[in-house]
């Protein structure tokens, strides 16, 4: 898998960007499902960074997070551990062995649904909670390039503009078979798959000009 998979894209943004602001809301929302639960808690991040957390100035006491990546990062401070794994394998992690396993824009990163099968089963496996956040297939700028309607472009158009073309995050990709596999990389989700992968969670709609632009599937009742 491309090591995209497990890239928090967002990032690499300013902190002023509405992609941050965004960011911060749903944080907030997040902040609110963790006060359901009693300490210590234990959450499973997939596909996270520190300086994520670190950005929404997360501080809580007996929270611990683990950082789960293709490649495990080193030196980070309490209370965050690193380690690497496949979203679609969490096999170091026993059955219901977490108490929240949270994932921010990885699971359309998957490249099939085959793929993003795998990962929403070893979420329901692992989890005792979960709140895992994609982006809405459906809403017209697409979040990866940041062009208008570049989801429902023909793949071999899509590869020509990322091999000649700088857009949104992604960049301009010389190399055919490199642009190839990013473009090939993203399956965007739609609400009704979504609810198919987590059958029995809530849905959480996060709008912007009266648009879905992504979902939460969550297992709080807030």
């Known amino acids: 898998m491309s090591g995209k998979i497990f890239q928090q894209i ?3 943004q300013v902190e002023n960007s509405l992609s941050h602001q965004m960011r911060s809301k749903r944080f907030t929302f997040f902040k609110a499902c963790l006060q359901q639960l009693p300490k210590p808690i234990t959450i499973l991040d997939i596909g996270g960074t520190h300086s994520f957390w670190q950005s929404m100035q997360f501080n809580e006491a007996d929270v611990s997070i683990i950082l789960l990546n293709l490649e495990e990062a080193q030196q980070l401070p309490h209370p965050f551990t690193s380690v690497q794994g496949d979203a679609t394998a969490l096999t170091q992690f026993a059955d219901q062995s977490i108490d929240i396993v949270f994932s921010n824009s990885v699971i359309e990163h998957l490249f099939n649904w ?14 005792k909670q979960h709140f895992i956040q994609t982006p809405n297939y459906w809403f017209p700028i697409e979040p990866h390039w940041v062009f208008p309607l570049f989801q429902f472009l023909p793949p071999i158009v899509k590869r020509w503009m990322t091999q000649h073309l ?23 989700l739609t609400k009704n798959e979504l609810v198919q992968l987590f059958p029995q969670s809530r849905i959480y709609e996060e709008k912007f000009a009266g648009f ?4 939460i599937a969550h297992s709080f009742s807030v």
């Open 114 to 127: 085959e793929n993003q099968q795998k990962m929403a089963a070893e979420v329901l496996r692992v989890g």
């Open 212 to 215: 879905n632009k992504s979902f």
């Open 166 to 188: 700088s857009l949104g995050h992604i960049g301009k990709i010389n190399n055919p078979e490199m642009a190839k596999k990013q473009v090939d990389e993203i399956k965007l």
């Open 10 to 12: 967002a990032d690499n």
